[in-house]
């Protein structure tokens, strides 16, 4: 099973920046996608952003778009996700997930997950 370890959450004011990455313990091949999703309290986990390893594809939540923007180091085997102009309501659990594009995102590898809040 693929190892995905996160780092870069925080405490940040609301139009803040941060950056999350996630690095993967091994290259993988073939069609598989990694991405963030996120928890916030008495929620349910909810998608993020992600992209494919292979080719590059991005896909974002309405919430996000135009705000936060993923991108994969192939070299490094890392995917970042920069998050800009921050709202309260982005606070959450973001957890990094890596899955092969044929099953869902329940199926694949998850990261321990990261803590970011959004001060008002």
């Known amino acids: 099973q693929l190892q995905l370890v996160e780092s870069g959450g925080g405490l940040v004011q609301a139009g803040g920046s941060l950056r999350l990455s996630c690095a993967a313990s091994e290259r993988t091949f073939g069609n598989y996608i990694m991405g963030w999703f996120r928890q916030a309290p008495g929620k349910a986990r909810e998608f993020v952003a992600d992209v494919s390893w292979s080719d590059g594809t991005t896909r974002y939540a309405d919430s996000v778009k135009g705000r936060f923007t993923i991108s994969r180091d192939n070299a490094k085997n890392t995917i970042y996700l920069q998050m800009n102009t921050l709202k309260p309501e982005d606070t959450a659990v973001y957890y990094c997930?890596?899955?092969?594009?044929?099953?869902?995102?329940?199926?694949?590898?998850w990261g321990q997950g990261t803590q970011v809040t959004v001060s008002s």
């Open positions: 997930n890596g899955h092969f594009a044929a099953v869902s995102p329940g199926l694949g590898s």
